[in-house]
């Protein structure tokens, strides 16, 4: 850790987790932060700002819109955990796909699997088989769910005209999470896919080195800059191969012991504009700052 900071000429890019960092313990974007983000892009326009997330897009469009960055160019995004890079109006720029062998195992597997409480994510969209776990998925999570039966789903993905970057179940405990894996641990090995439990939430089974950190590296790489150009913040386990990746890995102080670990700075908590406090005192001259 050290108390040195970047100055903004420093820094060409700014990425960012959502939950539990970018918004607050209360689920949303604070005033502060909102103002601190547009002042910041909009005194330095060729300054990249990307969200980084285990979200899918449709859930991230209405954090664009509240910070004012929809139509903002240098705005990508780092999806699904990794496995998809967005460029600012949505065009897929770099993605991860499963195996095919692995999804048709898979589905031989969970066919007559019930609740049928899982998806297969294919860029914005979750396939679903299931009219009220689709209702629960697109209500609580925002997904773009399609409904569709699942042997003629499995016929589109053989036939390659649908791409799976995650298998994601809806999970409501530890004990769910454990006979999932146990079920499925065979043919994760096989394909050597990594597989990520998000607390009481989900658990992902993703493409084999597939994270916010290799996304972070694809995407700097596509961009032409180099990691001591960019800026990271983050607050859970899934934001450790993130904060590896940049030059300037930022904790918040309600981040997990590990993750603290791998940053060189530790900011306020998001319940006490963490965030945007940092990004003000790299970016904005102290008559710019927001009393």
């Not at 969200?51 to 990508?76: F, M, Q, V, Y």
């Not at 949505?90 to 031989?108: A, K, M, R």
């Not at 983050?234 to 981040?255: F, R, S, T």
Request: contains cysteine; negative net charge; charged residues 30%.
């Amino acid at each position: 850790m050290t108390n040195e900071l970047p100055t903004a000429s420093q820094i060409k890019l700014i990425t960012t987790d959502i939950d539990g960092t970018l918004l607050n313990p209360k689920g949303k974007i604070s005033e502060k932060t909102k103002l601190i983000i547009k002042k910041v892009l909009e005194k330095y326009p060729d300054l990249h700002f990307v969200l980084a997330s285990s979200r899918a897009r449709p859930a991230t469009k209405d954090i664009r819109n509240e910070l004012g960055i929809s139509e903002r160019p240098n705005t990508e995004s780092i999806l699904c955990n990794g496995c998809v890079i967005y460029d600012s109006v949505g065009n897929i720029l770099w993605q991860n796909i499963i195996p095919i062998g692995f999804i048709t195992e898979f589905h031989d597997i969970v066919k007559n699997h019930t609740p049928d409480n899982y998806m297969y994510s294919s860029g914005d969209d979750a396939y679903m088989f299931d009219e009220n776990w689709g209702k629960k998925a697109h209500d609580k999570y925002q997904e773009n769910i399609i409904l569709i039966d699942k042997e003629e789903y499995i016929k589109k993905v053989k036939s390659g005209e649908s791409k799976v970057n995650r298998v994601c179940f809806m999970v409501k405990s530890k004990d769910e999470v454990e006979e999932i894996k146990k079920k499925f641990e065979n043919i994760r090995n096989k394909y050597h896919l990594e597989c990520v439990y998000f607390p009481n939430i989900f658990l992902d089974y993703m493409p084999n080195q597939t994270n916010k950190g290799t996304g972070i590296k694809q995407l700097i790489k596509l961009l032409n800059i180099s990691k001591d150009e960019v800026l990271a913040f983050g607050d859970g386990n899934n934001d450790i191969e993130l904060l590896k990746n940049v030059g300037w890995p930022v904790a918040m102080a309600n981040a997990t012991d590990q993750l603290k670990s791998h940053a060189k700075i530790i900011t306020q908590s998001n319940a006490e504009d963490g965030l945007a406090n940092l990004l003000e005192n790299i970016f904005l001259k102290k008559d710019e700052h927001i009393n």
